[in-house]
């Protein structure tokens, strides 16, 4: 019996020279694919220059490279690619489309790198002129409950089985106990969609 000789090993490519036109190419393509803030787009071109420096044959100078990065963020804003509260505001929109709290809106919104200043106009935009931070997340509690079928929009025979567990649903996705009460004890859908 032959032994099958094991595949050859691969050398690592290595990466493409950064410069500055490198970085702007980056940030470009990454900005035809994504939205992103101007602390997560600084996020992507570090951890590319950082991708590269790891390499052997690299020859990375950090300081050029960070002074690049800020170059290259900032042309990416005046050009209005890159717009926080733009940002904000359609990531907020989808989250609280899902479902997700207000709470959990800004803690999102925060990792992403949008500032407290973006953040409340996002939840500002969401919650108009006539909504309280109070009525947004019941709000996003219905919307959570309509979308994964719990509580009044559960079939009647199965609720009373199934309330721990629809309560805990909400309270995994941030809701407070009170809020997750009303909804999932409310008595039918008509009852939660005339509050609103």
């Given at each position: 019996m032959t032994e099958a000789s094991p595949p050859p090993k691969s050398r690592a490519k290595p990466p493409r020279r950064i410069s500055?036109?490198?970085l702007e190419n980056s940030a470009l393509y990454y900005?035809?694919?994504y939205d992103s803030t101007a602390e997560n787009l600084?996020?992507?071109?570090?951890?590319?220059?950082?991708?590269?420096?790891?390499h052997p044959e690299a020859t990375v100078d950090p300081a050029a490279a960070s002074e690049w990065i800020a170059a290259v963020v900032a042309k990416m804003q005046r050009l209005g690619y890159v717009d926080d509260t733009r940002t904000a505001t359609a990531k907020a929109r989808g989250l609280f489309a899902?479902?997700?709290p207000p709470a959990t809106i800004r803690r999102r919104l925060a990792l992403a790198g949008a500032g407290e200043d973006a953040i409340d106009a996002a939840l500002g935009e969401i919650a108009g002129e006539t909504m309280s931070e109070t009525d947004l997340?019941?709000?996003?509690?219905?919307?959570?409950?309509?979308?994964?079928?719990?509580?009044?929009?559960?079939p009647e025979a199965d609720r009373p089985d199934r309330r721990q567990k629809d309560m805990a649903t909400l309270a995994r996705a941030g809701f407070d106990f009170e809020t997750a009460r009303r909804?999932?004890?409310a008595p039918d859908v008509e009852s939660l969609e005339d509050d609103d």
């Open positions: 500055a036109q490198s900005l035809q694919r600084r996020r992507v071109l570090t951890r590319k220059v950082r991708r590269a420096a790891m899902k479902g997700a997340t019941r709000a996003a509690a219905i919307t959570l409950a309509r979308r994964k079928r719990l509580g009044p929009y559960r909804i999932i004890d």
